[in-house]
Structure formats: structure tokens, C-alpha cells
């Protein structure tokens, strides 16, 4: 996929302020320090378009990048960051909550995962949770430039190994590093094969 245009459109506290353009919407989550910034600037081949920090929680709204004026890629606010108040961690929650089971034009939620880590609760619980929603849900497994490949492919076993046990058929899931571009092709492809498939769809109609 090749982006011509990339632009930021707005932050926002809720469902209600978010862009109401009817574009579909490729949103990313996970924990608060995985590397979700990281990941869509190097899937636009942007270093500055979402803002990243050494310390977790950067990112407390729902920021909205429309790609090429076809869609959008949604940063949302990190979880599970022990440092923050357990009011503010409430807050984002309800809202990251809200705006992803409410929304009619989200086609995929990324989630994403620290692949050097054994399967962390918090993960696998909102992994549930939106599998119980009926989300579709793709897995990133982020940082795999900090691990051997041997260790790669075991932690991934281990944690689908964890996951199976909620999950009669695991996600479709991706391998990157945002410091080795791995996985960059991979994402983007697959991001315009299913904006393909809904342009297509909506000419049969």
C-alpha cells in the first residue's frame, strides 16, 4: 500500500466528538508502554505523526489520522499504566470502551502485544472482552527486534497456548518491530485488502 497523503484530524474525548465522515476506521490498542505510536508512524513511514515518549500514557484520547481521505488509523489510550490514578484509568477505559463497541465504521481493532513477555492477564482479559463483542480483532505482537527468533516463535505459542482457553479459533496476527520496520508490508497490505473488500462490497449493493 502506498500512502500519499497522511494528516492528524482531531483528538477526542468520546464516541460523540469523533469524525462523523462514515469512514471505515483501523483502530490500535494495547498496554500503555507496548509501542502503539511507534507502530503507526512506521506504518505510515512517519516519525512525527504520532507522538511517542520514553514514559507510558502518553496518548489519553481517541486521535483520529485519515490516511488518503479513503480512512483512518486511531490511536487510542494505552491500558493497564500503573502509574496513573485509578480515576484517570477508569475514565479511559469507559471511553476506549464506549467509542469501540458503539462504533458503526471500525473494520478491524489491532491489539497489541509485547511479545518478549509471558501472557500478561490484562491482555488476555481485554482480548475476551471484545472477542465477547464480537469485534473483529487482529493480534500485533510488537519488539520482536528484542528477542532471537527461536524465543519468538515460542512466546507466540505460549500465548495462544493461554489464549486457547477462551478462544476456540485464535485472531490473525502480525510480527513487527517499529526499529526494523518488520512486519510494516505485512500490516499495510492487509489494511488495503480489507478497504478493497469494502469498496467492492459497497458497489454490489
Known amino acids: 500500500m502506498l500512502i500519499k ?59 483520529h489520522f485519515r490516511v488518503d481521505k479513503k480512512f483512518y488509523l486511531v490511536d487510542l489510550p494505552g491500558y493497564g499504566w500503573a502509574k496513573a490514578s485509578k480515576v484517570d484509568r477508569e475514565k479511559w477505559d469507559k471511553m476506549v470502551k464506549e467509542y469501540v463497541t458503539k462504533s458503526k465504521v471500525i473494520v478491524v481493532l489491532f491489539i497489541l502485544i509485547d511479545i518478549r513477555l509471558k501472557p500478561q492477564d490484562i491482555d488476555i482479559s481485554f482480548l475476551n472482552y471484545y472477542g465477547k463483542k464480537n469485534i ?25 497456548s493461554e489464549l486457547s482457553k477462551s478462544w476456540s479459533e485464535p485472531p490473525e496476527y502480525f510480527i513487527t518491530s517499529s526499529i526494523k520496520k518488520t512486519g510494516k508490508d505485512d500490516i499495510t497490505d492487509h489494511i488495503e485488502s480489507i478497504y478493497s473488500s469494502i469498496k467492492n462490497y459497497e458497489k454490489n449493493l
Open 5 to 63: 497523503n497522511i494528516e492528524f484530524i482531531k483528538s477526542s474525548n468520546s464516541i460523540v466528538e469523533c469524525p462523523k465522515d462514515k469512514l471505515p476506521e483501523f483502530a490500535f490498542l494495547g498496554r500503555s508502554n507496548v509501542g502503539k505510536s511507534s507502530l503507526i508512524n512506521m506504518i505510515v513511514n512517519n516519525k512525527k505523526l504520532s507522538k511517542t515518549s520514553s514514559k507510558p500514557g502518553k496518548t489519553r484520547l481517541i486521535n
Open 136 to 160: 473483529p480483532i487482529n493480534i500485533i505482537f510488537t519488539k520482536c527486534d528484542k528477542i532471537n527468533s527461536q524465543n519468538i516463535n515460542k512466546n507466540i505459542d505460549t500465548f495462544f
